[in-house]
């Protein structure tokens, strides 16, 4: 998280876990959510918000998907089906699911596929937002096997040298279990800044960091700059930048990351890609590899220990304390919030409160 997009104590209100799973997974049922998709579509935005992935939880994608059932954008009870399917892959039409709720399916679909055979790949086309996709790689871990994922997302991202949106954000998340070290989890955008992250710079505000976006020419814009309006579909009002941002700082490094993941993502999911056919649609793409069909996994599980330990072990450069590997910060933060609360800026706590006096349902989180 960047250090300025951190909500404050004086701007939060801490809530207890079970509390915040409670209301939210009653405004899904209120949605027309099924009673157990209602739980896992919880459990994917809680456990983002106890990682620390503000962006991606209850604060910011409730009530984006909220909207979108309301406008008919997301089927609350998808009928979603395997399309095509072989003893490592499958294809699945999500029917407009959420993929906090399809997403999971798919993984464990993978999993499976990955207990039998070593490998297992799924994509998902006709889907909406997956959610902290780190949540779906992390399936796998328990399994004792490497879990991947990724989205295609709509557009809203310039390509190196673009003056206009080609790509999504395409988030990429890799999971990879050690023995004893807390697992490596690797979850992030592909374009410099989430645009989720761009809602919560608004909502606490402060300006955008040098780089994140571009003037409406397409020029990366490299110094501070305040954080745009949201547009009609409560979708950022800005030109983001690649992973990079310039292509002196290795933009096309990231405009071909986010090409990857449209391709693995959006078009071998036969649901087109991020630009086409658009908002509101999303594609995904899940695999699980079982350790054991490549090597033996208390090895495999060794050999991360000694290279997590060397990592987080660095000597840090000056101003810096230590050095921290991909998931050992979220796991620190999620003892910190079972134990402490999670933050909630007012502003969420007040959206709650209204949304719960709508809907007729009991507000429990003041």
Known sequence: MVERLRVTEE?????????????????????????????????????????????????????????????????????????????????????????????????????????????????????????????????????????????????????????????????????????????????????????NKLVLARRLGVKLLPGWVADEDGTPLMHEVDAPPQGPDGIPMANILPLGSTVDLGSHKGYGLMAVVDILGGILSGGGYGLVPGRPNFNHYVAAYDIEAFMDTAEFKSTMDEWLHALRTTRPAPGHDRVIYPGLMEAETVENRRANGIPLHVEVIEWFRSTCSRMGIPFNLA
């Not at 209100?13 to 409670?22: K, S």
């Not at 949605?31 to 604060?59: I, K, N």
């Not at 699911?97 to 990955?114: D, F, H, Q, R």
């Open 11 to 195: 701007d939060s209100m801490r809530v207890a876990e079970d509390d915040l799973r409670e209301v939210a997974r009653a405004i899904f049922l209120k949605c027309g959510v099924p009673d157990e998709d209602a739980e896992r579509a919880t459990d994917v935005l809680v456990t983002s918000d106890l990682r620390g992935v503000e962006s991606h939880g209850v604060s910011n994608s409730l009530r984006g998907y909220v909207q979108g059932f309301k406008e008919d954008e997301i089927n609350p009870a998808p009928q979603w089906k395997i399309l095509r399917e072989t003893p490592s892959t499958a294809n699945i039409d999500s029917d407009r699911g959420l993929g906090i709720v399809v997403g999971p399916k798919a993984m464990e679909i993978a999993i499976e596929k990955a207990r039998n055979v070593g490998v297992g790949v799924v994509t998902i086309r006709n889907s909406r937002h997956l959610g902290m996709i780190s949540y779906h790689a992390m399936m796998a871990l328990e399994h004792d096997m490497i879990g991947m994922s990724m989205s295609s997302c709509p557009a809203n991202v310039n390509p190196t040298f673009g003056a206009e949106a080609r790509f999504g954000t395409n988030p990429l998340a890799l999971a990879a279990p050690g023995d004893r070290e807390t697992p490596f989890v690797f979850d992030a955008a592909m374009s410099i800044v989430p645009a």
